[in-house]
């Protein structure tokens, strides 16, 4: 005969309740974008985000498997993590400073070289990778942190908003 059993999935004492996500720590704003080639066959698009520290406290926020970051969908609110995303670096975030963080979506694409519409296609590929995000989440699941990276990319709202309008 075979016993299995299930224990719980985190490291939690017994009779502790689980540690509430700060989610009001850390503020983000949006910078910049970034497109990157890979390879031929690959790009990066890079978001650059200014963090702010509210707490006395310092954070790292490693590049490792304990963060996740998930896309947070403008139709409902809901998160996916459909694609990778991961962080271009590891930050360090001092208390009551700013720092800035880089995170970076991979993903097929056939760069267009001398061709006449090249920087109608990169705007192409960038706005219909982030058409349907209203933004991300990032969790660092060590720390139990979560800070929320605004969609803020004017440029292609606006589009959104001419193509909606008419």
Not at 57 to 85: C, H
Not at 90 to 116: C, K, M, Y
Not at 140 to 152: T, W, Y
Request: charged share 25%; aromatic share 10%; proline share 6%.
């Amino acid at each position: 005969m075979i016993w299995a059993f299930a224990g719980p999935a985190s490291k939690r004492q017994p009779g502790e309740a689980p540690k509430a996500w700060n989610h009001e720590g850390i503020k983000a704003s949006f910078m910049g974008a970034q497109l990157r080639e890979v390879d031929k066959t690959r790009a990066s698009l890079i978001l650059s985000y200014d963090l702010k520290n509210f707490t006395e406290a310092d954070y790292r926020l490693p590049d490792s498997r304990n963060v996740v970051i998930m896309s947070r969908q403008k139709s409902d609110g809901s998160l996916s993590q459909e694609e990778p995303i991961r962080m271009s670096y590891p930050v360090f975030l001092p208390a009551g400073q700013h720092t800035h963080l880089g995170i970076e979506i991979s993903q097929n694409f056939a760069w267009p070289r001398e061709d006449s519409h090249h920087e109608e296609r990169l705007k192409e590929f960038v706005r219909q990778r982030l058409a349907g995000v209203g933004g991300f989440v990032l969790f660092d699941e060590a720390d139990h942190l979560q800070i929320e990276l605004p969609a803020a990319w004017p440029e292609l709202q606006e589009q959104d908003g001419r193509k909606a309008g008419g």
